[in-house]
């Protein structure tokens, strides 16, 4: 029975299931089956239902016998040779005769079995289409977010881009916004309300008192050259303040070499963005300087250590490769390393 049951419900699971390919050829094959399979099962019922009264029907007499010698006899009494109710040892027979049925159960039996292992094998071919569906599916999702992640990525790449353009259109507003007050500052540096020497003119006289005053103590390029490093720092200081009072001291006054330090630190602070930003906002201040300037830096940087790093570490020197005063070029080759001056 519980065969049986398994076969029906299977049955009629294969009976209802549709495919989405072609779901009205699947209909009508999976009813012809079913039906098919009704059929075979209410015949083999109908055949065993019958076949007692079939076995019955043929053990009935085919005629009749009267004996007329016997009174009681008149009656008319049936004879019939295969009676086999009233033999013993034919109700084996009789019993027997089911061992067709069984044959018969049997072959159907097989036949069953077969049918079942068929609708199996088609279950079993439809679960592989369905795999194979869900498969091309799980495919094409795994496009459809390689897709999406790689849109992703561009948006993110996008958006960084972006940031980055922004940090560098605000690095350089208030790069040009410095250099700007710097202008500012020196053209604010004067040696009196009344004086015309102002802005870069400071620069050349402190320039003209100190190499002056250097020429005096070293008359040649060679002595400076060769002189004792000692005692050409010594000469240095004592000529940069000597220098220094012919302006007023301008320079600290007006904090001017503090604050190109405040310009290279915000180079510094910002030179990790990439994109050559210190390089190009090195050139643009280099642009922004005169000779004097930047020999004015050169000796304040001798005081100054983070001047001097700053001039090591960006070579802010450079444009003396462009002047034609040996005596500034040879001063400089004997206190600033090469990398001062040097790209």
Request: glycine residues 2%.
């Amino acid at each position: 029975m519980k065969f049986m049951k398994n076969i029906v419900n299977k049955l009629i699971a294969f009976a209802l299931s549709k495919s989405p390919e072609n779901p009205k050829k699947k209909t009508d094959k999976s009813l012809v089956e079913l039906f098919g399979i009704i059929a075979a099962l209410s015949i083999i019922f109908l055949i065993w239902f019958n076949y007692p009264s079939f076995i019955n029907w043929m053990d009935k007499p085919s005629y009749k016998i009267q004996i007329p010698l016997l009174p009681s006899a008149m009656v008319p009494t049936s004879l019939n040779p295969n009676d086999f109710s009233n033999i013993g040892e034919r109700f084996g027979t009789y019993g027997d005769a089911y061992g067709s049925l069984n044959t018969l159960f049997s072959g159907f039996a097989f036949a069953i079995l077969i049918i079942s292992l068929f609708m199996q094998r088609q279950e079993l071919k439809e679960q592989r289409k369905e795999l194979a569906a869900q498969r091309e599916e799980i495919s094409k999702s795994n496009d459809i977010a390689e897709a999406q992640r790689k849109i992703t990525e561009q948006q993110s790449s996008l958006i960084n881009q972006q940031l980055l353009d922004s940090k560098v259109q605000a690095f350089y507003q208030l790069f040009f916004k410095y250099l700007e007050e710097k202008e500012n500052k020196l053209e604010s540096m004067s040696l009196s309300v009344q004086s015309h020497v102002v802005g870069n003119r400071i620069f050349k006289r402190f320039i003209i008192t100190f190499e002056r005053e250097m020429k005096s103590a070293f008359q040649t390029n060679d002595d400076l050259i060769n002189a004792d490093l000692t005692t050409l720092y010594n000469c240095i200081e004592q000529n940069i303040q000597l220098a220094l009072s012919t302006i007023n001291d301008q320079f600290n006054t007006s904090q001017y070499f503090e604050y190109i330090c405040f310009i290279l630190e915000f180079i510094d602070k910002h030179s990790k963005m990439g994109l050559d930003i210190a390089d190009n906002a090195i050139k643009t201040l280099i642009a922004y300087q005169s000779i004097h300037e930047m020999y004015c830096m050169l000796l304040i940087g001798l005081e100054d250590e983070q001047l001097y790093n700053f001039i090591e570490k960006y070579s802010l020197l450079r444009k003396i490769n462009t002047y034609n005063d040996d005596f500034l070029k040879a001063l400089v080759f004997r206190i600033y390393t090469d990398k001062a001056y040097t790209v």
